[in-house]
């Protein structure tokens, strides 16, 4: 008896310890993978993120995608941006459902384009379902975030934005400039 339970100690203690991730750490990884897809602008990592069934409304798009092909025709955008292209993740809220799991939050484009800086921020709403163990995208929405307002410096640099936030902007039409309040630094980005 003694002798199973040292040939057990030793195994347990022996072994490095595995910690596996839940569900929300998987949904943030398949958001991170969609936003390095768009980063490198590879459009076969970022498609292959969502469902067959997956209805798309991009940023850039006046309709819905609901095919594959749909989804696909709308992400070819990519081959067509310049090399300085960027996508960035802000904040995020994970939300799970038993296999169903939705992520909303922000995430900023950015590219050079005539030696200037420009800003695109959105804000998101992908609706997961878990297939065979695989968190795929089969609901997507995109709108575009005029504004970037932050309560404080602190939460601006929490969300990795302010990198990309110099004063360099080029702001694009139409923009509406509304007083900033004295207790939130203020920054706008450009119309996707």
């Known amino acids: 008896m003694n002798r199973i339970v040292a040939v057990l100690s030793l195994l347990v203690l022996g072994c490095p310890v595995m910690t596996l991730a839940g569900p929300k750490e998987d949904v943030a990884a398949a958001t991170q993978t969609w ?29 819905l995608h609901d095919t594959p092909g749909a989804v696909r025709e709308y992400f070819n955008i990519l081959r067509t941006v310049p090399s300085s292209y960027k996508a960035a993740l802000g904040e995020q809220r994970i939300r799970i459902y038993g ?14 384009r005539d030696g ?13 379902r878990n297939s065979g163990g695989r968190w795929l995208i089969i609901e997507s929405i995109t709108t575009r975030r005029r504004y970037l307002r932050f309560r404080s410096s602190r939460e601006a640099s929490r969300t990795g934005l302010t990198r990309m936030l110099r004063p360099r902007l080029t ?3 139409p923009w509406r ?6 207790h939130s630094i203020w920054r706008q980005g450009t119309a996707l």
């Open 35 to 63: 936003i390095a897809g768009m980063t490198a602008r590879d459009v076969e990592r970022v498609v292959t993120l969502y469902d067959s069934e997956a209805v798309l409304w991009g940023t850039r798009s006046p309709t």
């Open 171 to 173: 702001l694009e039409p």
């Open 99 to 112: 296999d169903i799991a939705i992520n909303t939050g922000t995430y900023v484009f950015s590219e050079i």
């Open 116 to 128: 200037k800086e420009i800003i695109r921020p959105a804000r998101f709403s992908f609706v997961y």
């Open 177 to 182: 400039l509304e007083p900033q309040p004295e």
